[in-house]
């Protein structure tokens, strides 16, 4: 007889949300700023950027691990688009050709990590360290500066990408392979649509680089590189989903991650914390919950195994 799922089963990839929650709740009602509007405005914004990353690492976790090459897709779709855009490219075709390459570069490594025996993070992590040297070589500490950026910042559709970013981690992970339950697949599976999610990941980092770069009025060889610890925090959060074995939670799961990551971030920085203590505050909540609720799953998984022996 197979055991049923407990109430702790069902919650432990809730852990980091609801941590976060709380901690976000008590600062924000110790905060006079943070109801103010052009802070909600700036916040509501930061989402929509971060809710398209939080959408390719839960197509990523689902598939054959994280993609570690973001900070360095990021940072070539940067640079690329801010040459384009310097040369008097609209900015449409300056996105599209950055986004092109970004494919590009999720497509390899998605070959590399169903062809090879290397690890997902580790592929991963080999790309980003090569575009970076490649970036070095090219550009050096040159920055690449464009005009007329608050135009492009009013123009660039967030909303628009923010929902086709949803709509299609939610659609590879419901109607592929990526929903299918981590226990009840083979170990050496090279399923076409793992690529697929490292191309969708890959596209997702483009478009974050983009808005980044007309964010920051231009682009160099350093631009994204400082998230790498975000990047490993957020994966961090996400993996907790593996406790949420299904169609359904991903997604909204990742979002919500996300969501509560904007919050944290805002308030710390309306509390005048630095970016050190930031750090170091947000790998204490999230880094040993999803470890825990990793460990609870992965019981649940050998409890399951031998009671079906």
């Avoid at 970016?275 to 040993?288: C, K, N």
Wanted: with cysteine.
């Amino acid at each position: 007889m197979q055991r049923k799922n407990t109430f702790i089963d069902v919650g432990a990839g809730f852990l980091p949300v609801i941590a976060v929650a709380v901690i976000a709740a008590m600062l924000a009602a110790a905060s006079p700023f943070f109801f103010m509007t052009q802070n909600l405005e700036n916040m509501i914004r930061r989402f929509g950027e971060l809710g398209i990353m939080a959408c390719a690492i839960a197509v990523t976790v689902r598939a054959k691990g994280p993609d570690f090459s973001i900070p360095g897709v990021l940072c070539l779709t940067g640079v690329t688009s801010a040459l384009l855009l310097q040369s008097g490219a609209p900015w449409g075709i300056a996105l599209l050709i950055g986004l092109l390459i970004a494919a590009g570069i999720g497509f390899l490594n998605g070959v590399v990590i169903i062809r090879t025996p290397l690890p997902a993070p580790v592929a991963t992590l080999i790309s980003c360290a090569v575009i970076r040297v490649i970036l070095r070589l090219a550009v050096g500490k040159q920055f690449i500066e464009i005009e007329d950026w608050k135009g492009l910042l009013s123009a660039f559709p967030l909303p628009l990408f923010f929902g086709i970013a949803v709509g299609a981690a939610i659609a590879l992970i419901f109607f592929t392979k990526l929903g299918v339950p981590f226990s009840k697949r083979g170990k050496n599976e090279k399923n076409r649509v793992y690529i697929w999610a490292y191309v969708f990941s890959a596209v997702c980092a483009g478009i974050y680089g983009f808005m980044v770069t007309i964010r920051l009025h231009g682009a160099n060889a350093n631009i994204g590189w400082e998230g790498f610890t975000d990047l490993a925090l957020w994966t961090a959060a996400l993996y907790a989903s593996t406790a949420l074995d299904n169609r359904f939670a991903p997604v909204p799961y990742a979002l919500g991650v996300m969501f509560l990551w904007t919050i944290m971030v805002n308030l710390m920085n309306l509390f005048g914390v630095s970016t050190f203590w930031q750090d170091g505050l947000l790998i204490a909540v999230f880094v040993p919950l999803a470890v825990f609720a990793i460990r609870l799953y992965a019981k649940q998984c050998a409890g399951r195994l031998m009671q079906r022996e």
